[in-house]
């Protein structure tokens, strides 16, 4: 046993202190004592205060470690396979281990052996901003440390005086993806198409125009039956009578500028909404709304015409299919027992495959065929041709029979401010 002064007698260097406490001062309530193996416990004006087992230094509750401030002008935390060490004047270990320094002006510095491009994290009291730089360059700001619960968050910016809370992104002068969302669950092979995304990209966010600004949506799936964007509008409750100031679930609204800080209207017939797509090998135009509500759709991809049909029945079968408990049938309706194949075969409604997701709905029921409005449409130009030129032949039957019908027929048209017949 070591000893200072006299040497004490031998008992009490042989004296097993297991259990005992090792009084330390006069009024007794600072001791040391080892009542439990491989434990050794502090108590100070008779509070347990600290605890030492294998391996571990613990502060008991009550009790607190006092932190020293770090000293020098730099101060540089060095990390390897031993652990952390300190050294005062710099890391001088050869190695490639990650550094961390700190300097009063320059704040937290992180870097690699040798490296130049060190990141630094500093608070400006004067500003009460945290800054993130790397390699010199300002790269983020915090405007409040008590994120996340409040505050900014800039990238490549410092302020924005129309933001309370939130984040702000300035992407400067690039021109490639501002936002990226990505999902390792995703592997989609897109990389070289529109965006130049990543095979993992779910989502992109970019300018529309490199110059002129704009916003563009890039969204990612892999090939299979699912959508590629879905909207959901969920609580709102819109206006069930349609005028110019109803409110739906979903809106879209654009307006021109005019180059002075104020809005402008569109021109006639200016083009507001659009649905763009890839067919025969290229990207077409596939349907505007213009600016007085009126629609236009792509009339050349599809050219169908039905004169080896009845239009005028294949549009009663639309009738007879949709409400048959609500139509008042005559003896014309029986033309066909079949009339839901009728329209599918003219593409009226949609055909479904049983086979195909598409046929069921996600309750497991068959699910209801779509409408074709702009099919119905060609069917009822159809239908109207068929109809003249049935009144046609009518006419010259007519007229046949007995003469001087078809002028007589004219003249009652004419009189009527109706377009008078071929004669």
Not at 139 to 161: K, M, Q, R, W, Y
Request: proline share 4%.
């Amino acid at each position: 046993m070591p000893y200072l002064g006299v040497k004490p007698a031998d008992e009490f260097t042989s004296k097993d202190l297991n259990g005992e406490e090792l009084i330390l001062d006069a009024d007794a309530d600072t001791t040391i004592t080892a009542d439990t193996d491989d434990q050794i416990d502090i108590r100070i004006a008779g509070a347990d205060d600290f605890q030492f087992t294998a391996n571990t230094f613990t502060a008991q509750s009550g009790s607190t470690i006092a932190a020293q401030a770090l000293t020098g002008t730099t101060g540089v935390f060095s990390s390897d396979v031993t652990g952390l060490t300190i050294n005062a004047t710099g890391d001088t270990a050869a190695s490639d281990n990650a550094a961390i320094g700190y300097t009063a002006a320059e704040g937290l510095i992180l870097t690699g052996q040798g490296s130049t491009n060190d990141i630094t994290i500093k608070n400006d009291a004067d500003a009460d901003v945290l800054t993130v730089a790397t390699g010199g360059t300002t790269a983020a700001f915090l405007g409040d440390v008590t994120l996340p619960s409040a505050g900014e968050l800039f990238v490549g910016d410092t302020a924005n005086s129309n933001m309370t809370t939130g984040l702000t992104i300035n992407q400067g002068a690039a021109d490639n993806a501002v936002f990226t969302l990505k999902s390792s669950d995703v592997a989609h092979g897109q990389t070289s198409l529109y965006f130049n995304a990543e095979t993992d990209d779910i989502l992109q966010i970019a300018k529309s125009n490199m110059n002129t600004g704009g916003i563009s949506f890039g969204a990612f799936a892999e090939n299979v039956v699912t959508p590629t964007i879905a909207f959901y509008g969920i609580g709102t409750t819109p206006s069930t009578s349609p005028s110019t100031s109803a409110n739906p679930t979903f809106q879209f609204y654009g307006c021109p500028h005019d180059d002075n800080n104020g809005v402008a209207d569109y021109v006639a017939n200016a083009l507001i909404f659009g649905v763009s797509g890839r067919v025969g090998g290229t990207t077409r135009r596939l349907w505007f709304i213009d600016e007085d509500g009126d629609t236009h759709a792509d009339g050349t991809h599809n050219n169908t015409v039905f004169d080896e049909h009845d239009d005028a029945l294949v549009c009663r079968s639309l009738d007879l299919m949709r409400s048959p408990k609500s139509v008042i049938k005559s003896e014309f309706d029986n033309w066909t027992k079949d009339h839901r194949k009728i329209l599918e075969d003219v593409g009226v409604i949609s055909k479904l495959d049983p086979s195909m997701p598409e046929y069921w709905t996600e309750e497991g029921n068959r699910a209801d065929p779509m409408l074709n409005v702009s099919q119905l449409q060609r069917l009822h130009n159809g239908a109207i041709v068929q109809q003249r030129l049935m009144f046609e032949t009518l006419k010259e039957v007519a007229e046949e029979l007995l003469p001087g019908f078809a002028d007589k027929l004219n003249e009652r048209l004419e009189s009527k401010s109706l377009p008078a017949l071929p004669v």
